[in-house]
């Protein structure tokens, strides 16, 4: 489910603007706000685990992993229905699938940077899922 929404929302930044300046500008506001989000998830999953699962922590977890997928999904949508390409591609730009992934398998730059990003995803969800082990009490007194 990541990589089908990351990777056309991450397409996106070429198609928002012409400008690179601007581009820049809404790639900060981006990562700025999922590690905001990260923050405040990390902040609420154990007081609303105790509040939706009322004693009962199992429970709890899936009430509350099941509020935040609703709301991923819904926030996804919005995103989708809101956001706007302002950017068109030429009329005469042709694209050959076969002919552009033998291209970037022999690019290796970007090799190297995809088992560099593979290892920092995979650092980020081991980081992530044993996070909420070594909460005990909400981050900065929240609820």
Request: hydrophobic share 50%; with cysteine; charged share 15%.
């Amino acid at each position: 489910v990541y990589t089908a929404i990351n990777i056309p929302y991450s397409s996106l930044l070429g198609v928002i603007s012409p400008h690179s300046s601007e581009r820049e500008t809404v790639s900060t506001y981006r990562f700025v706000c999922a590690f905001g989000a990260q923050l405040v998830i990390s902040a609420f999953v154990i007081p609303l685990r105790d509040f939706l699962g009322a004693g009962d922590p199992a429970h709890g977890y899936k009430m509350t992993m099941g509020l935040f997928a609703l709301l991923s999904t819904l926030i996804w949508l919005f995103t989708f229905a809101a956001t706007k390409e302002r950017v068109e591609p030429p009329k005469e730009q042709t694209s050959d699938l076969k002919a552009d992934l033998s291209e970037v398998f022999r690019n290796g730059p970007w090799i190297v940077l995809l088992i560099v990003a593979l290892f920092t995803l995979m650092n980020v969800a081991v980081r992530n899922g044993a996070t909420i082990f070594f909460i005990e009490k909400p981050m900065f007194g929240i609820i």
